[in-house]
Structures are given as C-alpha cells and as structure tokens.
C-alpha cells in the first residue's frame, strides 16, 4: 500500500502549485462522499510509493464548512502518514492559524512557506530555525511556482515519516483543563503574534508600517469607487465575447477563440460523421442501423464534442481569473446586488455565462464557496437563456408578433428568465435553507500572475470531468429520444415491414409522438396542449434548438417541396448561394435542412408553418410555449452537468422537478394573462 | 464606535465581538480577535462590503458583521 501524504492549507496559499508539481499530469479528481467539494489524488513523479492528496483549502479546522469537515475528520480519522501544511510566507500570521490547529492533532507534519520571492520583496526576512524549534516540525522555505524547494520539501517528509517526528506539545493549550472555542482562537493569536515578533525581521522599513505593494496599487484601480464598475464590465465582456461572440471586439465576422474553435471541431467532426455514414451506406448497412449511428450515437457523441472548445476556452479564462485574484473582487463588487437573492457576489459569472451555454456556466458554479450557493446556482443556470433557445424565441416572434415588437418581446424573455431566477432563488432560500444568510468573510489575495502550467491544467481537467461524467448522460439520452422518435410499437410487425419495407416509422407516427398525444392534454391549460409542440419540447431537450427542427418535420405539411421551392424562388441565385445552395442553384433535398437552419431559426419566413396557429391559438399561448422551453429542464448535456455538479440523481431530478414545475406555473400564469389581454 | 463606522484610512484596535454563533468562530478564525489592529480600506463601488487590512492581509466583510465588532480609533 502507498503511503498518503496529504496537503494542506489556507485558499491562495499555493497548495494546488504545490500538488500540480509534485504530481505533475498524474492526478485523478474524484469527490468527498456527499458534497461537492472535489477530492484530488496525485503520485509523486519521484517516488511512485508515495500518494499525494489534496486537501480543500481552508482557514480553521472548526467545522463549520464542508470543507472544513472533510480536513478536520480526514486529519484526525485517517491519520496521513505526514501533513504538508502550505504557508503563504507574506501573510504568516493568518496561515500559522490552521498550523497551530493541524500541529494539535498531533499528526506528523512540514511546514511549507510558499511565496518567498514575495517575502524577500517586501524587505522581509523568516527565520525558520527558529520557527522550527518554537513548533517542533520541519519548516522549509518554497517558491513553488518557480518549484524551487520541492525536492528539499519531500527530503524532510521522508524524514518525518521515517523518524515519526511529531510536534510538541505547545504551552498554550496546556494552561487549564477546557477552554471554549473563542478564548482558544484568541490565544492561538497571541501565540501566533508573539511568534511572528521571533521569526520575522522586517528590514529598512518601520515595522508595523503597511507599505503598498504593487498588488495594493492595482487594486486601487480594480475596485476604485469609480473606475470598479466600468472595468468590471469590460472584463466581464472580453470573458463573454471571447468564448460565445460571432463579431469578437465588435469586429464584424472576426469569431472569438471560442467559436473559432467549436466551428474547427464541428467541422471536423462534420467530416467524420460523412465520412462513417458514407461507409455505411457503401456497406449497405440496414435503414435503422444507419440512422441509429448517425442520428443516434454521433450526433449524441456530437452535442459532447461540440461543447468541449466552449469549455475548455471559457476554463481557461476563469481559471485565469481565479488564480489572478481577480474572481475574489469579482465577489467584492458584485455582492451587495447577489446578496438579496440569498447568494453571494460570486454566483454573478457562472449566471452571466449561462447566457451563452448552460454546460460551462453549471461547471462554474464548482468556484463558489458555499455548498448551497452552488446548488442553487446550479439549478438557476438551466433558466438562462442560452445561445441555443434563441432560436426558438425568434422563431416564435416572426411567426405571432408583429416586427416592431420583436425586440420586446425577446426583451421580455431576458426580463422572465431573470426575475423567475431571482424568485426561485429567494423561495429555495426561505424554504430550504430557512432563510439562512451566506456568511461573507472574504479574503481579497494578493494580485498574481497565474502560471500557464496552472491555468492549463485547469482548463483540462474541465474538460475531462465533462467527458467523463456527462459523456454517458448525454449519450444514454440522446440514444433514448432516437429510438423514441424512430419507432412505433408496429415498428416490428411485419405488416409494418411489408407496407414501408422497413422497420422505422415516420416522426409522426413515432412512439414519441405516442406518448406526446398522451401527455398533450397536461399543457392544455398552458395554451398548447395538442401533440406536436408537445413533441417539440422532448427534443429540444437533446438540443434546444432542435425544437424548431422537430416542430419544421411534424408540421410537415407546411413545408412541402411546393411550398419551399415556391418560397426560394424569389431569390436570385446570390441570395440561394449565400444560403448554401451550391452554385446559387437550388435543390431540393438541401431545401429542408437550409429552411429550417437559416429561415425558421431566423425568424426570416413570418408565413412560416402555418398550421402551429391551430395548436398554439394566440400570442398568449405562444409567449408561454417559449417561457416553458425556456424554464423546463435544460438539454441533456446540462443535466449531465448538473449531475456533476450535484453529484447524485436524487439532488439532480431534485432541481429538475424545480425547473419542470417553475416552467409550468409561469407558462399557465403568462397563458392566463395572455387570453385577457389579447 | 464600531468597524462599520471607519472611514476608508482609518485605523482602530478591536475591543470586542458583539457576533454570536457560526459567524463569530468564523471571525474569529480569521484573526479579528481583541487588541488586534485593522485598518479599512476601502468600500466596495455599491457601498458594501468593507475591504479591511488586518494581520499581514486583507479581508472583505459586510457592513452588517462589521457593525457587531466594537472598535477603538487609532
């Protein structure tokens, strides 16, 4: 068995620097049982017997958080064979805290001070002898972003290890019998300070005196009273454009990172799923064997594809906040607006993402510090709308409101989906956590200029995690709604197979299409309770707007070959060719496919589909069909996602009970407020 | 006077924590604990929070907790 050496240490003390170098690429990420606080594994590259695990970031060992918990009991229960307590040198007063706390578990331990370079530059010098004696561990100097002091660092925990060095006792505990928590940490301090009085010289300058440092200049800009807010903002912009925006800094056509690279893989992955089809075809592959590959599994495996360079882009950019220092005033600013909500400032970003995909935003809440900021965040991000509902908004515009109202109308979506996220967020907040109020007890770290080995590492792993823990979600789903819309319960008789010569069904006669003339008559009182909207909803649920393709294929009688080639013949050749008809000759077996991607999601035919007007009656009906598809589960890449993020089914259908239900009850309301009005 | 009514620059020396429960343990672990020296900062653009120094650092709090912790000015 391999020995366990575990890591810890205050947040932005370098602990994750520390574990990315002694483990190097060799890291499995898997979590604490029951929260969602991620539990890190690492083999040290030189010496495979041993295991490093990291530990969460924490100030104190007293169990108030999560994270707490997990170090105090994984410390004093499974008694590693040495703790390495990571130190951020420049605020040692505050970090010998939780070393005081890990050194009276009486656990063998080394003290790592991390971010000497720092030290020395603010004139101050440590003397570890001495700190070594007061406290009866190994204390060692390190510069780990540099990986300076590694190799002496894991010197001195072989030593520890090898010797069963263990800390002595300190005198202040020994004083009196019990002594409550509260005088406890006030001797601690004052342990802590008159150590710090030993250890520490401060050359040159006046002791005491706060000198600014070049962080405490930039923050003076960052979060100045006036300049905070606009700079925010353009931050917040430059990470929202260079992931999702098509005119990246307002130049038309120029695609951000982001997109560029989605367009590059979708390309790709374009090219592969002909290159299988057309061998199947040549192979002569049955009709359902065709279509369950391509339909099924590589457009499944497509919407996991699709979605990595969106999270690997928008990965890198957090992490780059994160590290920097940047997020924690990201909180600083925005808290006294997110607090009303029952959250706190940090929520602000995973929120602000879910407005161009839903995938990355719900892996972001894994940044915010509470338990239940996360769930609920969590939850809240499936109600945003995201880049892929737009469709169908705007669908839906040009095809019941007049032009004029098109910007209205959407306007009102934005204004739905917020003040529905804000209501639902204060009523979990009453309900499930009895109005309990997130502590803010923020540290604002030093600015640092993260290192790519880190931000890399980050992004990576993201990607990973969604590969592995939604792939299978997305998978299993999309496989699901394939078979459902692909066959009916006479797929396999054989007077089936005689009459169609296969064993598939048409979409509308479909066991989906079944269960939806099932279920329609739950959304009557929504205003659209017939099959086909119905049926529209499921899939939207692989893709959102995979609604407008659905609802194009079942209302097929509006779009017959007459009427598309009837409709495209008022173009000229130009306008065919800009649309993707080769040549700017128009063709009718790509007619359907142009229709629906660059007409109906558009909004550019408003005679479009005109038969919907018998199942979804007036304005009122329509406005609550695209708040349901709006507030209903979100597709199954964000449920798998959110399963991450919630780690287990229960709490996953849990919130996506909210999400039905808030969609139904605001559907009804704005259905039965439509019909008085219009 | 409290720590909420520092002006950003001033300095004041804590005298007691009026925060009971969770909170308290939480200040507490954080280093404002009696006698220590914080200094305010600043304010956040919206008014709240409070940007502190204290012990070498620098620790964001809300007006709220801030106006539970007994100071005197330095």
Not at chain 1, 365 to 370: A, E, F, I, V
């Given at each position: 068995m391999s020995t366990i050496i575990a890591l810890a240490g205050n947040p932005n003390s370098g602990k994750t620097t520390v574990f990315n170098a002694l483990t190097g690429s060799r890291q499995h990420v898997g979590n604490w049982p029951g929260v969602t606080v991620d539990k890190k594994e690492g083999i040290y590259t030189k010496d495979t017997s041993l295991t490093v695990l990291d530990l969460p970031g924490t100030y104190s060992l007293n169990p108030f958080s999560a994270e707490e918990i997990i170090t105090r009991t994984y410390i004093v229960e499974e008694k590693p064979a040495c703790v390495i307590d990571v130190l951020d040198g420049t605020s040692l007063e505050r970090n010998l805290y939780l070393a005081l706390q890990i050194l009276e578990t009486g656990v063998p331990t080394v003290l790592a001070i991390n971010m000497m370079d720092e030290v020395r530059e603010k004139g101050e010098s440590i003397d570890f002898k001495r700190l070594e004696a007061e406290l009866g561990v190994a204390v060692v100097p390190l510069e780990a972003r540099k990986g300076k002091g590694l190799d002496e660092l894991m010197r001195e925990v072989r030593h520890t290890i090898s010797t069963n060095r263990r800390p002595k006792k300190l005198p202040l505990y020994t004083l009196s019998g019990s002594v409550d928590e509260d005088t406890l940490a006030d001797r601690r301090y004052s342990f802590i300070t008159s150590l710090v009085e030993q250890v520490v010289a401060r050359s040159g300058k006046e002791s005491g005196a706060v000198q600014e440092n070049r962080s405490d200049k930039l923050d003076k800009i960052l979060t100045?009273?006036?300049?905070a807010l606009p700079v925010f903002a353009l931050v917040m912009y430059v990470l929202f454009a260079a992931t999702f925006s098509e005119s990246f800094l307002f130049i038309p056509g120029l695609s951000s990172p982001g997109v560029a690279l989605a367009t590059l893989v979708e390309f790709l992955w374009g090219t592969f799923t002909e290159f299988i089809a057309s061998g199947l075809l040549s192979l002569g592959a049955a009709d359902w064997a065709y279509s369950l590959v391509v339909d099924g599994v590589l457009e499944g495996l497509g919407a996991i594809v699709g979605f990595l360079p969106l999270i690997l882009v928008l990965y890198l950019l957090m992490s780059f906040l994160e590290d920097s220092g940047y997020m924690a005033r990201v909180a600083f600013v925005m808290d006294r607006i997110f607090r009303r909500f029952g959250l706190s400032g940090r929520s602000f970003i995973p929120l602000l993402m879910g407005f161009g995909c839903s995938v990355p935003a719900i892996m972001a809440?894994?940044?915010?510090?509470?338990e239940k900021d996360r769930r609920i965040t969590t939850l809240l991000c499936g109600f945003m709308p995201c880049g892929a509902k737009l469709p169908i908004f705007i669908m839906f515009v040009s095809l019941f409101f007049a032009e004029g109202n098109k910007t209205v109308v959407l306007f009102f979506v934005y204004m739905l989906s917020l003040a529905v996220s804000i209501l639902v967020s204060l009523v979990i907040n009453r309900i499930a956590y009895k109005g309990q109020v997130s502590n803010f007890l923020m540290e604002l770290p030093q600015y640092r200029l993260p290192t790519l080995r880190s931000v890399w590492i980050h992004g990576y792993e993201k990607v990973k995690g969604f590969v592995q823990k939604a792939g299978t979600v997305i998978l299993a789903a999309t496989i699901l709604i394939w078979a459902l819309s692909n066959f009916s319960l006479s797929s396999f008789t054989a007077e089936h197979r005689a009459e169609e010569g296969t064993i598939l069904s048409a979409m509308d006669d479909s066991l989906l299409a079944s269960v939806g003339k099932a279920i329609a008559p739950v959304f009557k009182p929504l205003g659209f309770g017939a099959w086909r909207p119905t049926v529209g909803i499921a899939t939207g649920w692989v893709a959102k707007e995979m609604v407008v393709v659905t609802l194009a294929q079942l209302y097929s009688e509006d779009v017959s070959e007459e009427y598309l080639q009837e409709y495209f013949s008022s173009m000229d050749a130009d306008e065919l060719n800009e649309l993707g008809f080769g040549e700017g000759v128009y063709d009718s077996d790509l007619a359907f496919g142009i229709y629906t991607e660059s007409i109906l999601m558009e909004g550019s035919d408003t005679n479009a589909l005109s038969s919907i007007h018998a199942d979804i009656p007036n304005k009122g009906a329509a406005l609550a069909y695209m708040a349901f598809n709006l507030l209903c589960m979100p597709c199954f890449a964000a449920v798998g996602a959110m399963k991450r993020e919630l780690k287990s089914w229960k709490r996953t259908t849990g919130a996506i009970a909210i999400q039905m239900g808030t969609a139904y009850v605001v559907a009804l309301l704005i259905n039965l407020l439509g019909s008085l009005v219009w | 006077m409290t720590l909420g009514e520092l002006r950003p620059g001033e300095r004041a020396r804590v005298l007691s924590i009026g925060t009971q429960g969770a909170m308290r343990q939480r200040i507490l672990d954080m280093g404002i604990t009696p006698k220590v020296e914080i200094q305010l900062i600043k304010v956040a653009p919206l008014g709240d929070p409070l940007d502190l120094s204290l012990r070498g650092y620098n620790l964001s709090l809300r007006r709220h907790d801030a106006a539970l912790i007994e100071v005197e000015k330095l």
């Open positions: 100045h009273r006036v300049f809440t894994r940044t915010l510090d509470s | -």
